[in-house]
């Protein structure tokens, strides 16, 4: 068993596994084009199609990246989420079981950390991991996609990390 010490990769272990688990089965990752209708995969089931290009802001504006990195932007304290380093081709199902074991220890660490626990939509979720397994959108990727208040957080828990004196 694998022991987190660093509240903030335990916080974003969490929120991968939520992200993951519900994006679900055999949604389309698309890059480039935003699509709004679901896909009915069976009866009573249906999938949002997966949007890489509204992901990687959500990446940004939803605190995956004070913990996780892309394109050396971000935190360093959990998995860099590097779309090289994930299966290709994605099967969301596995890439929630990977990820959906630290949802609680997420849940606990965003309300410490965060002052509360983020809310995604099950849309949201899904944009994120497509992002997460899309090179050409992480290719885009940088601070500019990152909201000024996401980029104080991090440089606040920065310097609480190297001891420095901050607000």
Known sequence: MVVIKNKKALLLCGLIGVTA??????????SHTAQTS????AS???LPRMDAANGRLLFGSKACVVCHSVNSIGGEDAPMLAAEL???PMNPFDFAAKMWRGAEAMVILQREELG???Q???KELADITAFVHDRQEQAKFSTADIPEDIRELMDHLEAEDLGVPHD
């Open 44 to 46: 009573g089931l249906s």
């Open 38 to 41: 679901d896909n009915m995969v």
């Open 86 to 88: 994930m299966d290709q």
């Open 120 to 122: 995604m939509s099950g």
């Open 21 to 30: 688990s519900i994006s679900g089965g055999a949604a389309i990752a698309t």
């Open 116 to 118: 509360n626990v983020i």
